[in-house]
């Protein structure tokens, strides 16, 4: 089976724009999470997606959200872009959810200037 | 947040020499999981404990779990150069989300 796929791999974006980041699972993969990993806060959760409802939510602004299409493919948009914002956005897709193996994507590289 | 914290932050060994690294984490889990990633890459999944197994082995791994203690341990036995990397515990939070530690950063010198 395919892996976990991301794109776009990297993106230089400047503060105020918005982006959105693309993640499709593994085929039969039903569970997909998101993830921002900074080398202040490490790895943090951002929200996870079953069954195209969103069914937790880490603790981040409104500017995040996300949504699960019906072929379970998922996106993620970032509105009026931070600085801060700028890491490596992680996306894990798993069957059923957060108490099994998470199989990892390669990640979006977001650049904020 | 973070709930599970490793420790040590980094450790450097050489090529053969055994790695132990630590985990602990504040509330009940469901289980703990292990991960490892190369630098600024996706993680890739190591092994999964849950909470009523107190030992688990794959490979040239060793993960324990105490709950009692609220501690995980990773062993990597034999180590190479190509397990440098960055080793990760993650935990469910009951009815939450996945949550991981900071991390350990791992080098293994030919």
């Known amino acids: 089976k395919a892996g976990v796929t991301q794109t776009p791999r990297y993106l230089i974006k400047t503060r105020g724009q918005q982006v959105t980041l693309s993640c499709s699972p593994i085929s039969g993969h039903r569970s997909v999470s998101w993830y921002q990993q900074t080398p202040g806060q490490g790895l943090q959760f951002l929200f996870e997606y079953f069954s195209e409802t969103q069914r937790n939510k880490g603790n981040f602004p409104g500017r995040f959200s996300g949504r699960q299409f019906s072929n379970s493919r998922s996106e993620m948009n970032v509105s009026t872009l931070e600085l801060g914002d700028s890491a490596l956005y992680l996306c894990?897709?798993?069957?059923?959810?957060?108490?099994?193996?998470?199989?990892f994507g390669p990640g979006t590289r977001l650049l904020v200037l | 947040s973070q709930q599970g914290e490793e420790d040590p932050q980094a450790l450097s060994i050489q090529e053969g020499e055994n790695a132990t690294m630590n985990c602990s984490y504040k509330t009940s889990i469901n289980n703990l999981q292990w991960y490892r990633q190369n630098s600024g890459r996706g993680l890739v999944h190591l092994i999964l404990i849950r909470s009523n197994e107190r030992e688990k082995h794959s490979g040239r791994l060793r993960v324990t779990l105490d709950t009692s203690k609220k501690s995980s341990s990773l062993l990597i036995t034999a180590s190479r150069a190509a397990d440098t990397a960055s080793y990760f515990c993650?935990?469910?939070?009951?009815?939450?989300?996945?949550?991981f530690g900071g991390g350990t950063r791992l080098m293994v010198k030919p």
């Open positions: 993650a935990t469910d939070e009951a009815g939450n989300m996945l949550t």
């Open positions: 894990a897709s798993s069957l059923e959810g957060r108490r099994e193996t998470q199989y």
